[in-house]
């Protein structure tokens, strides 16, 4: 014996689902339906179409947008692994309370931070040739030039990052140039 496909409507019948009344009726409605739209050549208009089209288009726009924010977090966070990755590898070696180092206080978020650095290097974060970056919970001390490149990707990295001072002066120009300056004169 072969199967034949049967209709939905068939099934349903067969199940026990639906009475062939109801069967019936709901033929003689689709009849009904047809015949009016051949003879008003007008379409009618299925709610349940129009919903389903309207809750994908939702649910499509909300798609977008929560792919948008995981592109721009994922952005974020390379750029971070950059910026990580261009400090760790150019960070200037410190000789954290030795003898010779000077304490140089810098503002990171209102507040008041201290770093240990020899008197050369603070000499050079003065005039601009290095600057202070976080790293995490720490601080490190990098040149200008990669100083430059992490301001481009992240500049809440950036503590603190002089101008370059111009060293050349007219002297003419300065009323205090006979005045000497102390030695021991430390900001």
């Known amino acids: 014996m072969s199967k034949q496909k049967l209709s939905l409507q068939d099934q349903l019948l067969k199940s026990g689902l639906v009475s062939a009344a109801q069967a019936k009726?709901?033929?003689?409605d689709?009849?009904?339906q047809t015949q009016q739209q051949r003879k008003n050549n007008t379409e009618v208009v299925d709610e349940t179409k129009e919903l389903l089209q309207k809750t994908q288009a939702e649910k499509l726009q909300k798609d977008?947008?929560?792919?948008?924010?995981?592109k721009q977090q994922e952005e974020q966070k390379q750029i971070a692994a950059q910026v990580k990755q261009l400090i760790e590898l150019n960070r200037q070696p410190r000789n954290d309370l030795s003898d010779d180092s000077l304490a140089y206080n810098f503002n990171d978020n209102n507040k008041i931070k201290?770093?240990?650095?020899s008197e050369a290097m603070r000499e050079q974060i003065v005039r601009g040739r290095l600057a202070i970056v976080k790293l995490g919970q720490d601080y490190e001390v990098v040149p200008a030039d990669v100083a430059n490149k992490i301001k481009s990707r992240d500049e809440t990295s950036i503590m603190v990052f002089n101008e370059p001072v111009i060293t050349a002066i007219d002297n003419n120009a300065d009323p205090y140039a006979d005045y000497q300056i102390p030695d021991d004169l430390i900001w």
């Not at 009726?25 to 003689?28: E, L, P, Y």
């Not at 977008?64 to 995981?70: G, K």
């Not at 201290?114 to 650095?117: F, I, S």
């Open 25 to 28: 009726s709901a033929r003689s």
């Open 30 to 32: 689709k009849r009904k």
């Open 64 to 70: 977008r947008e929560l792919n948008q924010l995981r």
């Open 114 to 117: 201290r770093l240990y650095v």
